[in-house]
């Protein structure tokens, strides 16, 4: 175990040399390397080089003298290297959950969807029960729903259930509805049905809407393994997204263990800003302040995300005036003012950070006037988040510029929202509509995510967007409402540097700068020149955190 | 930073070097050593060398070479050296929350007890309530109860709330009780007793049993930064007893939050071999198996602690015949057999390991029974452990023998027990009680430990019962069924190397052998040889937990 005899100058030598970094430099030299730098300054390089706590020790420009002290040289081989991008706002569990579910949206016929059931049930056979979603009798030019015997035939030994396109129903084996204590003596409940046998009570095995939770309500709780292969799931879908970092936005304690698991393991490999999805939680998690960076810098929580108002397809954005496709409603707060002041002075008290959903200009103009009521007593850098900030009264834009705000916002809920936005607002009260630039201008901080599972886990997607406001079919021509583009240097800020920045992580990670962590990706084109039909395409040809390579 | 420039022959070296362990190993010379080594033997040695890690490197014995290759060397004076004590069943945020409560078990007099509070409430101005313990107001010499306007004279500005020393009653200020709502208009609760001033309805102050519960349910749960605080206390008292590692018996989730929080920051220091409280707590803090060590071998979550009965002194302790004493109860028995084996089953089925509190001759039998069961089934190293196995059924003894069962026992339990077991099990029924000897001699592996705050953490204490069944007091003389005392190796064993065994914890701690952690104690006597009333008065000089002095 250990050197048999060794005279004291060697040990005051290896002292000598102990006090130095580890050894195993890493050079990468010979590569098209864009990154933003300590002033905020999107810069290119040519050669990096890192340590082997996974930390960058040097970034070298073209002519830059090149180290001789290094242990490892690596050829990039000209190719572009961007830093890791950051996803500033995700649900992590969402992504690995919603991946494990069987998939049935790509099925054109009832016999190609219960193929895909029997492959997925063969490939899983510990799974206790066949969850999944996506299925379309219409696409299947069915002409009716499919029945519980047809699922029994392919799998009888466990539940299946299996969730409708639309979400409003949900398809179930007998071995579900057995489960479910579902016969033919149970009643529609109010506001949804249970499809029967034709001439009979008996239940067929589709139920609709609220007759969906008879069902819902025996699905087990995942087991702590199945978070386990869902956080492994979602790692790797980040990662082949390029996403080495992302804020979760509302860890439960159940989401913090398995994160902690994976630490523990040293099978955390994306690095999760963690947002605690409410106050006891937060207080049971981190106790009387965020926790420190742990796992070299792969965890840690710093806040608590809020929710002030819902979603503008759901007409629960809270807005200023009616919703202009049903004028009696103006949305549904889900604070009132003051609550929402408890709760950010709860966590400002102890320095946590709030991230506060607000998607509706009244959420938007609440959470404006709080954080300005706050900012007097909880001084200092707080960073105070809004996630979404989809629709800000224009008048009240120029309050982004104060107090350090950050908007957390997400591009690729521009194109997905577009059309419902117009129908929900009206063409006249577009202004302050997913308002980006507007932001930069009045000297607040972007920061970009995701929103996934919501939206694909697609970072170069979103950064095309960022910059041109069209969709994957270049919808509209010339983008929507363009003013609001960014600058290709703005989209890279606020999908790295910004994104950490957002989390506390600056000194950690989100740039390639001496002393934060070597998170890179190599990829096949620049997205500081190509099209953003192009940067879609992006190939992801390598993956790096903290210096090692995971794809 | 780092070394400017090197050569290739210089790189070459230290990776060499860097191949071996850290530096800075450390030789303890001219101790009087005494631990448990590799063939659980109780050997004497006169070195120990640890390496940076805090592991053991080498034992020395008597005229063994020392090695030239420490980098520091520490003369032991020739003192006793120890393995860290190990307490196998204790309730680690018990003793720390216990220890920080208002102590007024001393106090005299009124007078002296209110300068006491008053002191306190000075000393813990951040503490929202005042909660304390132990007043006497027969030992006064009051003659009356105390009442609320005499703590408002000492502290008036927060909640007091002060349990009497039996727990039967408690004393509140007028602060707590206005916090409770409590008015001359509340009724005495069924089995309680509201103490009111004279001649009025008036409350006074004090509340007896069941009417306790009317301030009990405002007194505010402890927050994270109490129960940081009772960690660090906890902490503290253990290694001021010489105890360096503690199972903690019933950990909630958010006690380990608490563990995590110390060891993130390092400030664990005593290790904690972890039992969860309940299934689904075990499952939310370690998921599908027990945690990997933490913290360089200061956490585990290992197992689950699960309650069959009650405790003999409230006669809970489930027994085969009826308690002497009152002839028409045999105990409470908190769990079905079929619950017992689901329970026992479930641990087992992921490997965690099961530690079953059982008092009573009848709980230990369905024990004994359930691992007989069990054992065929979830076979290999199980190490079941039964909690207290006070009174075991002398027919049944043997079966401690068998699949390596664990009878966790706690010395001092038996000197505060013995009257009152000789009265709830009459004269005849004794032969099995707390039979330390008896297991051992069917081959049943023992674990000592304290139950603090149940009992004190006094290990010292606790080895001096084991080897004379007396008291302080020296009573009784010859001992209580003196044929059930351990020799003094016995003892040490089940303080230390056995504790630690009982816990999955061989080969990281538990012995000064090599490979495990250092964790020793210069004690100023020596237990093998000293009486057990000197063992008693045992002062400890230092303590070590891996190769760092604690103390």
Not at 13 to 27: I, K, Q
Not at 241 to 258: C, F, K, L
Not at 428 to 456: C, I, M, N
Not at 504 to 532: K, T
């Amino acid at each position: 175990m250990r050197f048999a005899s060794c005279t004291l100058t060697a040990i005051a030598a290896y002292a000598a040399l102990a006090a130095v970094p580890a050894a195993a430099d890493t050079l990468v030299d010979n590569v098209d390397g864009i990154t933003v730098d300590q002033d905020g300054e999107v810069i290119r390089f040519t050669g990096l080089v890192f340590d082997d706590e996974g930390k960058v020790r040097d970034v070298l420009m073209r002519g830059d003298d090149r180290p001789d002290d290094v242990d490892f040289a690596l050829d990039g081989k000209g190719r572009v290297m961007l830093p890791g991008m950051i996803d500033a706002h995700a649900h992590v569990m969402g992504i690995g959950f919603g991946a494990l579910l069987l998939d049935l949206s790509d099925t054109t016929s009832l016999e190609g969807a219960l193929a895909k059931i029997d492959a997925f049930a063969k490939d899983n056979p510990g799974r206790p029960w066949i969850l999944g979603r996506g299925w379309n009798q219409e696409k299947w030019g069915l002409g009716r729903f499919p029945t519980a015997e047809e699922l029994d035939a392919i799998v009888s030994d466990r539940p299946v259930w299996l969730q409708r396109v639309d979400g409003h129903a949900s398809w179930a084996n007998t071995a579900a509805m057995e489960r479910a204590g579902v016969t033919a003596a149970d009643k529609d409940p109010v506001g949804g049905r249970i499809i029967r046998k034709a001439g009979s009570r008996e239940p067929a095995g589709v139920f609709v809407d609220a007759a969906e939770a008879l069902v819902n309500k025996v699905v087990p709780e995942p087991r702590p393994e199945d978070r386990d292969a869902a956080l492994a799931k979602a790692q790797e879908i980040l990662l082949s997204n390029g996403i080495t970092a992302v804020a979760d936005m509302g860890t439960s304690i159940e989401d913090w263990q398995t994160f902690r698991r994976a630490g523990d393991l040293g099978a955390l490999n994306v690095r999760i800003m963690s947002y605690a999805t409410d106050g006891d939680t937060m207080e049971l998690i981190a106790g009387p302040g965020p926790t420190p960076w742990l796992y070299e810098d792969k965890l840690r929580m710093g806040g608590i995300k809020l929710y002030l108002d819902g979603a503008l397809g759901s007409r629960g954005a809270i807005l200023k005036q009616p919703y202009a496709d049903e004028p009696q409603t103006r949305g549904l707060p889900l604070l009132t003012p003051a609550q929402l002041r408890n709760l950010m002075s709860r966590a400002a008290l102890d320095n946590f950070q709030t991230a506060i959903h607000a998607i509706g200009d009244a959420a938007n103009s609440d959470v404006l006037l709080a954080i300005e009521e706050l900012s007097g007593t909880y001084t200092g850098d707080r960073r105070w988040r809004v996630e979404h900030a989809q629709i800000i009264d224009p008048a009240e834009l120029a309050e982004f510029g104060k107090h350090g705000i950050i908007a957390s916002m997400q591009p690729l809920h521009q194109t997905s929202d577009r059309t419902m936005a117009e129908a929900r607002l009206g063409p006249d009260r577009l202004d302050g509509a997913y308002a980006w630039r507007s932001v930069l201008k009045v000297g607040g901080k972007l920061a970009f995510g995701s929103d996934a599972p919501v939206e694909p886990t697609d970072a170069f997607a979103g950064f095309a967007v960022a910059i041109s406001r069209t969709d994957s079919d270049g919808q509209p021509f010339g983008g929507w409402l363009p003013s609001e583009t960014v600058s290709r240097e703005a989209a890279l800020k606020a999908f790295t540097a910004d994104a950490a920045y957002a989390g506390f992580a600056d000194g950690h990670f989100g740039r390639l700068i001496p002393g934060e962590r070597a998170d890179f990706l190599f990829v096949d084109r620049d997205p500081m020149l190509a099209s953003p039909t192009a940067i879609r395409d992006t190939r992801i040809l390598e993956v790096w955190v903290g210096g090692k390579r995971m794809r």
